[in-house]
C-alpha cells in the first residue's frame, strides 16, 4: 500500500526559509514521479513542482516560485524535499505531496495529508 507523509509546515516569517520533506513508501517502481502542491482554502489546488524519481528530473509548474524553491530527492531515506525560500505572504498554503505512478500522467493518485506553511509577520 502506498503511502505518502508529509512534514516541516509551519510558522515563518516572511523572506524566511523552510524545508518540507515527503516520505513515500510501498511502491516498487523507479519510474513515478512525486509533486508538491499547494492549496489555499477556497481555491483550486495548484501544482508547484514535481520530480521524477528515476533520474531526479525536475519541473516547476508554478513560475512564482522558479529561483525560490527547490524540489529535490533523497534516495537513501525515500524522501522527497520541497526547499522554500524567500517566502512571501502568499505562499501560505497547505503543501501536499502526491505520486503518480506513470511519469506521464496528468494524474496523481496517491496523496499525503497536507502539512500548513503559514507566512506571517
Known amino acids: 500500500q502506498v503511502q505518502l507523509a508529509e512534514s516541516g509546515g509551519g510558522l515563518v516569517q516572511p523572506g524566511g526559509s523552510l524545508t518540507l520533506s515527503c516520505v513515500a513508501s510501498?511502491?516498487?517502481?523507479?519510474?513515478?514521479?512525486i509533486g508538491w502542491f499547494r492549496q489555499v482554502s477556497g481555491r483550486e489546488r495548484e501544482e508547484v513542482a514535481c520530480?521524477?524519481?528515476?533520474?531526479?528530473?525536475?519541473?516547476y509548474s508554478n513560475p512564482s516560485v522558479k529561483g525560490r524553491f527547490v524540489i529535490a530527492k533523497d534516495n537513501v531515506n525515500d524522501t522527497v524535499y520541497l526547499r522554500m525560500s524567500s517566502l512571501k505572504s502568499e505562499d501560505t498554503a497547505v503543501y501536499y505531496c502526491?505520486?503518480?505512478?506513470?511519469?506521464?500522467?496528468?494524474?496523481?493518485?496517491?496523496w499525503g495529508q497536507g502539512t500548513q506553511v503559514t507566512v506571517s509577520s
Open positions: 520530480l521524477r524519481w528515476s533520474d531526479g528530473t525536475v519541473f
Open positions: 502526491a505520486l503518480k505512478t506513470f511519469w506521464f500522467s496528468r494524474d496523481y493518485e496517491y
Open positions: 510501498g511502491f516498487t517502481s523507479d519510474y513515478y514521479g
